[in-house]
């Protein structure tokens, strides 16, 4: 049976992992791995989320099934941080959400549900984009195409060239946007970039959707979500993947959501009908643990405020960590502008190194990053940034 089957392709970055987790050297960064390390360097785990197990645990639960889509509470709540607390949609009941596994798993059911009502759609990612949106599309068995985003002469986004990709598209394609702090690259849209995208996709009739992996750790939780309510505004039919990974550092929870806007109550319920089927056949309902936990916290006020908190913290801290790199370079004598750097969002910046040099990093330095000069900014502290400053000084001499 399997004397054929041939050994699938390393995932580069969990290699990369496994490289850091065997180099001996004492100062070796990881600068590779998409998750926030605190001070300390290392992954927090949240007041607000050890405030709300604590309950939890002496509560002493039951742990049978979950409906299909998850805890009720956790889905209402998932769709008043996207949407605002007075959103008429959510009044109107024309939202669907269902709790996923982790982001992954949020855009895992929509590009199944996806298939089914849009099977012959392509779907358009950024290019670049975070590495697994290919993959899981494809596997879902649509075509995928790129469109383009980044401009590595100006470290911004090519948005002339976004927008006539997205003009020459046929309608019913989808089109998957990073609604906040890009992964890769760090570079987000203007608010009034995200109104000429909302346009083109309402002109063109193609299907949005939304990817927020980071919803608070760019400029705040309102703030973050803006494209997704621009969509919303726009009466559109809109996915969305919700990720709690990293704003609760929960990664190994797996707490997602895929949230959809329909355009009526009664298309609601039909949605939802058919989105359960896609979820019975794949895992059949979600874990208990994760979902309960952030359904507490954003529903128990002290905990939301606190939880608020620590997410502002995380977010104050890995701008202080752009603002000292960009510092350091300039004092370790680099000439090259690097203050695009404090103007991207979220954990990542496409740093602009080169793969010769992200190697000689990792050789001479002990410094890991990706080929593509992706660093994960959140993954600096203290204690590590000056190492940092000067081996990146070093190799770029
Ligand atoms: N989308 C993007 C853009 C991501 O960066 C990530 C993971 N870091 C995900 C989705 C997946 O999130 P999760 O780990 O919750 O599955």
């Not at 939890?56 to 956790?74: K, M, N, T």
């Not at 505004?233 to 704003?247: I, M, R, T, Y």
């Not at 410094?367 to 190799?395: E, F, K, Q």
Request: proline share 4%; aromatic share 8%.
């Amino acid at each position: 049976l399997f004397s054929a089957v041939e050994l699938a392709p390393r995932d580069p970055i969990l290699g990369l992992n496994e490289a850091f987790n065997a180099d001996t050297r004492p100062t070796k960064v990881n600068l590779g791995v998409g998750v926030y390390t605190n001070e300390e360097g290392k992954i927090p785990l949240l007041r607000a989320v050890r405030e709300a197990e604590k309950a939890r645990v002496d509560q002493a639960l039951p742990r049978g099934y979950l409906p299909i889509e998850g805890i009720a509470a956790y889905d209402a709540a998932v769709q008043k941080l996207l949407l605002g607390d007075a959103s008429p949609l959510i009044a109107a009941g024309r939202v669907v959400t269902a709790q996923a596994l982790g982001g992954t798993g949020a855009l895992k059911i929509g590009a199944d549900f996806l298939k089914r009502v849009n099977p012959n759609a392509k779907v358009a990612i950024s290019d670049p984009s975070w590495e697994n949106h290919r993959a899981l599309f494809e596997s879902a068995g649509f075509e995928v195409v790129a469109y383009p985003y980044y401009d590595a002469q100006t470290h911004g986004v090519n948005f002339d060239a976004m927008l006539g990709a997205l003009n020459s598209y046929a309608a019913g394609t989808v089109i998957v946007l990073h609604a906040c702090c890009h992964n890769p690259t760090g570079v987000d849209l203007s608010e009034a970039q995200w109104q000429q995208i909302v346009e083109v996709v309402k002109a063109r009739q193609l299907v949005p959707f939304l990817d927020i992996a980071y919803q608070g750790f760019g400029d705040g939780i309102d703030s973050d979500a803006a494209a997704v309510r621009l969509f919303a505004a726009a009466e559109l039919n809109v996915f969305v993947s919700s990720s709690f990974s990293k704003s609760f550092s929960l990664y190994g929870e797996r707490v997602g959501a895929l949230s959809i806007i329909t355009d009526s109550k009664d298309e609601a319920v039909r949605v939802l009908s058919q989105l359960k089927r896609v979820i019975r056949t794949n895992y059949s309902n979600p874990p208990t643990h994760g979902g309960a936990i952030v359904a507490t916290v954003l529903g128990t006020p002290a905990l939301r405020t606190m939880w608020e908190q620590e997410l502002g913290e995380m977010r104050d801290r890995i701008r202080a960590m752009r603002g000292g790199l960009v510092e350091r370079l300039k004092s370790a004598g680099v000439t090259r502008d690097f203050s695009f750097v404090n103007a991207q969002r979220g954990m990542f910046s496409y740093s602009g190194l080169n793969s010769a040099q992200v190697d000689r990093l990792r050789e001479e330095f002990g410094i890991y990053a990706v080929g593509t000069g992706r660093i994960c900014v959140a993954a600096l502290n203290t204690r590590n940034i000056d190492v940092v400053a000067s081996a990146v000084a070093h190799v770029l001499k």
